[in-house]
């Protein structure tokens, strides 16, 4: 690994990389259900309840994120919560104004993150370490809803702390596409305020996380959170794989050993 330049910035993906999914409870559409029931509470007791019942609204609303999903996964255009949330309402005849917003409304939502989800017991350590060597930290992930929405999630696993800078922490869905699409790895980058060289890419899927960031420039290390390989093993290969993120900046330290001095 020969590189011109030492690296200073490191991005992380967020789910299956910093939060660990395995022992996830439930389904996701029972958990969409209570938390678009609350939606639906706070607007009935607004007096602005949409003109549907909560399992009509609950149907077309998750309706339109599926359209929206298989939609991102053939154009990388990402869905976005926010618009879908407000068209589906508006629909229903909820109005939106100064005193109401979708942005209450998306409050309303209360987005705390899912039952049996917890933190990777190595992440805090490992971010903390990075933090130590002046590495800069962020986060990128395919989320379909706001940044603002999943810092719930990292606030309620100690995770916020290590990325105060809101210019850090990004969502999909505020940037407008989604990994492995270039403009979203490069809005990234300008965001952190460095460059390809200098910074690497972590994440568990190879197309989304490794390729994504390889083809922008970006070295790319895979954590390895499935025994089986993927089909996409075959034909992307991580520049590392790291069993846990304990590894991490170790290997940051080797891969600056071999960095080729300017001249």
């Known amino acids: 690994m020969m590189a011109s330049t030492q690296i ?13 999914w395995s022992g996830s409870e439930g389904n996701w559409k029972e958990t969409e259900r209570k938390h678009l029931r609350l939606v639906y509470d706070f607007l009935t007791d607004r007096g602005c309840a949409p003109n549907a019942t ?22 990388l255009r990402a869905p976005q919560m926010i618009k879908i949330m407000k068209s589906v309402l508006e629909n229903f005849d909820v109005l939106f104004d100064e005193s109401l917003t979708i942005e209450a409304v998306l409050k309303a939502y209360n987005w705390r993150g899912m039952d049996g989800v917890e933190v990777f017991p190595d992440v805090p350590n490992a971010l903390q370490k990075l933090l130590d060597r002046d590495i800069k930290i962020g986060i990128l992930t395919n989320a379909f809803q706001p940044m603002w929405m999943r810092d719930a999630e990292l606030e309620r696993f100690g995770l916020l702390q290590y990325f105060p800078d809101v210019q ?14 270039p403009n979203v790895f490069t809005k990234a980058l300008e965001n952190m305020g460095t460059s390809v060289a200098e910074t690497i890419y972590v994440g568990d899927n190879l197309v989304a996380d490794i390729s994504g960031a390889q083809g922008v420039g970006m070295r790319a290390v895979l954590r390895e959170i499935h025994s089986t390989p993927s089909l996409a093993s075959t034909f992307i290969a991580p520049d590392a794989v790291v069993k846990g993120l304990d590894d991490l900046l170790p290997l940051v330290e080797d891969w600056d050993k071999h960095v080729t001095p300017q001249v």
Request: with cysteine.
């Open 168 to 181: 850090t922490r990004m969502s999909a869905a505020d940037i407008g596409y989604l990994k492995p699409s």
């Open 54 to 75: 909560l399992e009509h609204f609950s149907l077309v609303y998750r309706e339109q994120v599926l359209e929206g999903w298989a939609e991102g996964r053939t154009t």
């Open 8 to 20: 200073t910035c490191v991005l992380f993906d967020m789910d299956d990389t910093l939060i660990d």
